[in-house]
């Protein structure tokens, strides 16, 4: 009987991997689709994403096709780089790197994406200097987009906010003349860009743009409308407006617990902390970012050395209290590339 991937899906993935074990070929469509599967569930489920994970390895073996197998090995290590290891990850990426056909730009955006979570931010810039050519020479301009936003990422986490902002508007260009095929990553560029403007200072631009797209965005679902308080939020810590800006960071963070987002909430947690910070209320602000602890936890970030030392050093008020916590919310954010398609 052939193996399908909606018989696979309806297993638990325990079984599922039994079935593939012990099948003699995993069809292609099969392998693309468990590997689809996987990269959804990095948003949501890391402990389900390493269970399917350990599937789509062996339907990689058992693949035919060099092209869809060295693709399913590359998702394969970008889900153990999400999961935090790091060593493995690299290890799979050079495995796919080579069981690939010809070159590939997915595993240039995939060992960028690695790279940033070890703060290697210049051999993140090289792999994706590399995906951008080879995307921009296969006319694929929506990928070229995607290259772009995670770029500007690696120029935010390196305080280059007004660099960042020059990639997303160069990306946003190109996205808005694809329509639905582009939506969702144009939002995420859009959402970025706003980030971006505001850390350089350029209020009246964030303003004018979230005025632009609160509405539009707000009509998409509470999630983005969740992300329009919390920029709003950025936004009045910015000008000054200390109450203000921890009102829509609380009512964001509420609504990101109300669904479940992990990461949302330990990132507007660690602003609401550094929003402490910025006001002198120290001891209030080690208790706020403290309350990380279970997101990390969840996340499967709780074991990563760097944030336990990081942890340690907001705790006992050793060295530089605001730069641990910028620097862990950079640890967050890099643990699933902050708001990019592609990683």
């Not at 290697?120 to 951008?132: P, Q, V």
């Not at 987009?145 to 770029?151: G, H, N, R, T």
């Not at 209320?281 to 936890?297: F, I, M």
């Amino acid at each position: 009987m052939p193996l399908t991937l909606e018989e696979l899906l309806r297993m638990k993935p325990e079984q599922a991997l039994f079935r593939v074990r012990n099948a003699s070929r995993v069809p292609e469509a099969v392998c693309r689709g468990l590997s689809d599967h996987v990269f959804s569930l990095r948003f949501k489920d890391p402990g389900e994403m390493e269970k399917w994970n350990r599937v789509v390895d062996a339907a990689a073996g058992k693949t035919v096709d060099q092209l869809t197998a060295g693709l399913a090995r590359a998702h394969f290590g970008n889900a153990l780089r999400i999961l935090g290891d790091y060593q493995g990850a690299m290890a799979a990426l050079n495995r796919a790197e080579e069981q690939l056909p010809s070159a590939h730009p997915l595993i240039h955006e995939f060992r960028a994406s690695l790279l940033m979570g070890c703060r290697d931010h210049k051999g993140a810039i090289i792999e994706l200097r590399k995906a951008e050519d080879m995307r921009s020479a296969h006319g694929d301009r929506v990928g070229l987009a995607k290259v772009l936003v995670q770029v500007s990422m690696v120029y935010d986490f390196l305080r280059h906010p007004g660099d960042a902002a020059r990639m997303l508007e160069e990306a946003i260009k190109i996205l808005v003349q694809y329509g639905a095929e582009a939506r969702e990553l144009l939002v995420i560029a859009l959402q970025n860009l706003c980030d971006c403007l505001i850390s350089d200072g350029q209020i009246g631009r964030a303003g004018a743009l979230l005025d632009e797209i609160e509405e539009p965005f707000a009509a998409t679902g509470e999630v983005n409308a969740l992300k329009i308080i919390w920029l709003r939020g950025r936004l009045e810590s910015y000008a000054g407006a200390d109450q203000e800006a921890r009102k829509l960071f609380e009512t964001a963070r509420i609504g990101f617990q109300k669904h479940n987002m992990r990461r949302e909430v330990a990132l507007v947690t660690l602003h609401i902390a550094a929003q402490h910070h910025q006001y002198c209320r120290y001891a209030t602000c080690v208790r706020e970012a403290l309350k990380v602890e279970p997101e990390l936890e969840a996340l499967g970030l709780d074991e990563n050395t760097q944030v336990t030392d990081l942890l340690g050093q907001i705790a006992t008020r050793s060295g530089d209290l605001e730069q641990a916590i910028w620097t862990l919310t950079s640890v967050i954010a890099a643990s699933r590339q902050k708001q990019t398609a592609g990683a």
